[in-house]
C-alpha cells in the first residue's frame, strides 16, 4: 500500500512558492515521517526520518533523477554539467572528476584559499570596531578563492559583475520551478536572464580561451583546477569536450562559492550571536596557530572550531531544501509502495530542526558535534546530501570555510549591529538572510 494521501490543489501550490519551508514544515507537524500529496496523476512524497532518507538517497539510487522540473530551470546555466546530468552521461563525469575533489588534492588549494583570505581582510576598515556589510564581504572572498583555485584568476570588476548576475539568475531560477514550463529565452520578459547569462559565460568562457592560448603559446602548466579538468581523460582516453569543459567550470564556479559564502556568513551570525561559543573557538585557534598563518595541517587540531562550522550548517544548510528526486520505476520506501514518475523531496533544513536527533533543536550548540555525535543518527544531518550524488565539493568546501573562519577568529570578535533586525533565513535555491547580513567587526589585540 501506499502512505495516507492528501488531495491538493492551486491553495496548497500557491502556499508553497512564497514560504517552501513553513509549508512543509506545517505538513510534517500534521501528517508525520512521510507526506503524501496528489494532484490527479502527479504525486508528490516528502521523507523526513533518516532511516528513509537514506534508503532512498543511498540504497534506492540506482531508480531516481533529479526532479527534471528544477534541474531545467538550473540547465540554461549549468549546462550538462556533473550536476545537471543522469545515467551513464552523470556517471562518466562524476568518476572522471572524483579524484580532482579528493581531500589530498583539495590540500594542494589551502594555500591560495588563505592567500585570498588574508588579502582580503587586509583591505577591511582597519579601525578597532567597523561596521561590515559581513555577507556581502564574505561572497566577495568565495569568489575570489573560486576564482584563484579554478582560474589562477582574481576577482575584478567582471567578477563583480558576475556577483550581481548570479544572484539574478538564483532568484529567477527558484521562481521558475513554482511554474510548470518556462517560456523560451528570447522572450522580451527573459532580458535579466539573458542578460546575467551572458556576463557569467563571458567570464567563463573567457577564462578557457586565455588558458588555451597560453598553452598554445608553450606557458607553464597551472595549479589550478582548470589544468585538472583540462588534463582529465575516460576510460577510453578522451578528455573532455569544449562544451563539457565550459560546462563543468561553470558549475564548479557557481555552485562553489555561493554555498561556502552563505555558510560563512551564517556561521559569522552564530558566533556574533554566541559569543562564549566564538571565544572557545578563538582561544582555539590562538592556542594553536600562535598568530601564524593557517594552514591545511592545523584543520584538524580546530576541533572546536569544526564543531561550530558544524552546527551553523546544522541551522542554516546552505543547500537548505532541494534534494528533490524522480522515482524512475515503482519502488518500496519505509515499506510504503511508491509507483514510478513519483515526485520525491527531502529538505534538511526540516531534518536538522528534529527534535529526536537534534534536542532544543533551535539552540546553537557545537557540543552536538564533539563525541555526542556518535548518538545522532546517519541521514538526520544532511548538509552536503548523501549518497552517491553526495557534494563533490564538500572537502573544498570545509576545507575554505574551515581556514576563513580561523583568519577571521585570529583577528576579530564578531558581534551584531546594534539595533539590527535578526536575519530571517529566506529560500533562493540557497538560504541567505532576507536583507544583507552587516556584523560589528571588533579588533582582537
Ligand atoms: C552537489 C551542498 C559546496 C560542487 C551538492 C549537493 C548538496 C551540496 C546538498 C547535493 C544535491 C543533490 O543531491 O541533489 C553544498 C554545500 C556547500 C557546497 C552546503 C558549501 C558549504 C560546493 C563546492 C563545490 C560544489 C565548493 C565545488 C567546488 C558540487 C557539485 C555537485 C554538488 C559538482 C553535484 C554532484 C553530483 O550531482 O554528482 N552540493 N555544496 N559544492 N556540489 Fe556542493
Given amino acids: 500500500p501506499g502512505p495516507p494521501c492528501r488531495f491538493f490543489g492551486l491553495p496548497e501550490l500557491r502556499a ?15 501528517h508525520g515521517d512521510v507526506v503524501y500529496m496528489r494532484l ?59 579524484p580532482g575533489f579528493a581531500p589530498k588534492r583539495v590540500a594542494a588549494f589551502a594555500t591560495l584559499m588563505v592567500q585570498a583570505g588574508e588579502e582580503a581582510l ?21 569568489m575570489d578563492v573560486i576564482l584563484r583555485t579554478l582560474f589562477s584568476s582574481h576577482a575584478g570588476p567582471q567578477a563583480r559583475a558576475a556577483e550581481q548576475a548570479l544572484r539574478t539568475l538564483s532568484v529567477i531560477a527558484y ?18 536572464k539573458r542578460r546575467a547569462l551572458k556576463v557569467l559565460n563571458q567570464l567563463i568562457e573567457g577564462q578557457i580561451a586565455a588558458r588555451r592560448a597560453h598553452i598554445a603559446a608553450g606557458g607553464a602548466d597551472k595549479p589550478d583546477l582548470l589544468d585538472m579538468l583540462l588534463k582529465l581523460q575516460d576510460e577510453n582516453g578522451q578528455p573532455l569536450s569544449d562544451s563539457e569543459l565550459r560546462d563543468e567550470c561553470m558549475t564548479t564556479f557557481l555552485a562553489g562559492h555561493e554555498t561556502s559564502a552563505g555558510a560563512l556568513t551564517w556561521w559569522g551570525w552564530c558566533m ?20 601564524r598563518k593557517p594552514g591545511v595541517e592545523d584543520i584538524a587540531q580546530l576541533p572546536f572550531l569544526g564543531q561550530t562550522i558544524k552546527e551553523a550548517l546544522r541551522l542554516y544548510p546552505p543547500a537548505p531544501a532541494l534534494l528533490t528526486r524522480k522515482s524512475t520505476k515503482a519502488m518500496d520506501i519505509a515499506g510504503w509502495h511508491l509507483p514510478a514518475g513519483s515526485m520525491l523531496r527531502i529538505t534538511p533544513y526540516l531534518m536538522h530542526r528534529d527534535a529526536r536527533w537534534f534536542p532544543a533543536p533551535e539552540a ?12 545522532i543518527p546517519r541521514g538526520a544531518y544532511l548538509p552536503f546530501g548523501a549518497g552517491p550524488r553526495v557534494c ?11 581556514l576563513i573562519a580561523a583568519l577571521l577568529l585570529q583577528r576579530y570578535r564578531l558581534v551584531p549591529v546594534p539595533g539590527s533586525e535578526p536575519p530571517r533565513p529566506t529560500l533562493n535555491i540557497t538560504l541567505r538572510p532576507h536583507q544583507p547580513l552587516r556584523l560589528r567587526l571588533i579588533k582582537r589585540a
Wanted: one cysteine or more; aromatic letters at 10%.
Fill in 392 to 402: 563533490l565539493g564538500q572537502h573544498f568546501a570545509l576545507t575554505e570555510i574551515t
Fill in 122 to 142: 587586509a583591505a577591511w576598515p582597519q579601525q578597532a570596531q567597523a561596521d561590515m556589510p559581513f555577507e556581502h564581504a564574505m561572497t566577495q572572498l568565495t
Fill in 175 to 192: 521562481r521558475e520551478m513554482f511554474w510548470p514550463a518556462s517560456a523560451p529565452l528570447w522572450a522580451p520578459w527573459k532580458a535579466p
Fill in 272 to 291: 556574533a550571536t554566541h559569543p562564549e561559543a566564538a571565544a572557545q573557538a578563538a582561544a582555539e585557534v590562538d592556542a594553536q596557530l600562535g598568530g
Fill in 40 to 98: 490527479a496523476q502527479y504525486r508528490d512524497y516528502s521523507f523526513f526520518h533518516p532511516e528513509q532518507v537514506r534508503e532512498l538517497l543511498v540504497a534506492a539510487h540506482e531508480g531516481l533523477i533529479r526532479w527534471e522540473r528544477g534541474i531545467e530551470c538550473m540547465a540554461s546555466a549549468h549546462g550538462h554539467s556533473v550536476l545537471i546530468a543522469e545515467g551513464e552521461a552523470w556517471a562518466r563525469k562524476r568518476r572522471m572528476l572524483q
Fill in 16 to 30: 508553497m512558492g512564497p514560504d517552501y519551508l513553513g509549508f512543509l514544515q506545517a505538513q510534517q507537524r500534521q
Fill in 364 to 375: 546553537f550548540r557545537p557540543e552536538r558535534f564533539g563525541p555526542a555525535a556518535a548518538e
